[in-house]
């Protein structure tokens, strides 16, 4: 079973640019979470997908970040304007929805994103 | 909004010995979870625990649920240099149709040949 695949790996861009990140999730999982990752920190949950659903989004900056997932597969994450607090990677995860509480997050590598 | 404090930030033990972690709450979980992240990877899911008090065996990893259900550990045995990596604690709480993962902070291994 492949996992989560997400893309690009790394990005470096300027502040006040813009910049894309891409998720595909495990085959069948239902639910997708994109995560924000500071070094030295632990994931902070940007946004929970179901399906093509948003579940909860309250810690996305909405000012400057938007996510979507329109077929409920493939999600992708945006940033317009980046800030240099943006620095840090990007994980996308998914797993199955059927039975949460009791279920696996698996995560895919992340994208590592400098804001210069 | 919850919070978890997770003890040590860093470790730096010899090969063989054994490791101990933790993590409190300031709030009740339903799940709690412990993770190891290796550079340049995401967190990989080593343990998960659902029940106030049960403890769950991993080879070489051992944790616990606390009775409370607001702390966790998680212990290491006979520690070995592939175990060097960030462990993270996470804490699951059910709510509606969130059941989002609120993690620590990390604790940083490394281990000594």
């Known amino acids: 079973e492949a996992g989560v695949a997400q893309s690009p790996r790394y990005k470096i861009i300027e502040k006040r640019q813009s910049v894309a990140f891409w998720c595909n999730p495990i085959?069948?999982?239902?639910?997708l979470y994109w995560y924000q990752q500071i070094l030295g920190q632990g994931p902070k949950l940007l946004i929970q997908?179901?399906?093509?659903?948003?579940?909860?989004d309250s810690q996305l900056p909405k000012d400057r970040f938007s996510a979507e997932r329109l077929k409920g597969v493939d999600s992708t994450l945006k940033i317009q304007p980046a800030k240099l607090e943006d620095s840090a990677v990007y994980l996308c995860?998914?797993?199955?929805?059927?039975?949460?509480?009791?279920?696996?997050?698996?995560f895919g590598p992340g994208t590592r994103l400098l804001v210069l | 909004g919850q919070q978890l404090n997770q003890s040590p930030q860093s470790m730096f033990i010899q090969e063989g010995e054994d490791v101990s972690m933790n993590c409190t709450s300031s709030?009740?979980?339903?799940?709690w979870l412990w993770y190891k992240q290796d550079p340049g990877e995401g967190p990989v899911l080593l343990i998960a625990?659902?029940?106030?008090?049960e403890l769950t065996s991993n080879g070489r990893l051992t944790a616990q649920f606390g009775i409370t259900r607001k702390d966790s550990f998680l212990n290491i045995s006979a520690s070995i240099p592939s175990d060097v990596g960030i462990y993270f604690c996470?804490?699951?709480?059910?709510?509606?149709?969130?059941?989002?993962?609120?993690f620590g902070k990390g604790t940083l291994l490394t281990v000594n040949p």
């Open positions: 996470a804490g699951r709480y059910s709510g509606g149709s969130n059941y989002k993962l609120t």
């Open positions: 995860a998914s797993e199955r929805g059927a039975q949460p509480i009791q279920e696996t997050q698996y």
């Open positions: 997908f179901q399906n093509n659903g948003v579940v909860d």
């Open positions: 709030s009740i979980f339903n799940t």
């Open positions: 625990l659902y029940k106030a008090g």
């Open positions: 085959s069948g999982h239902a639910t």
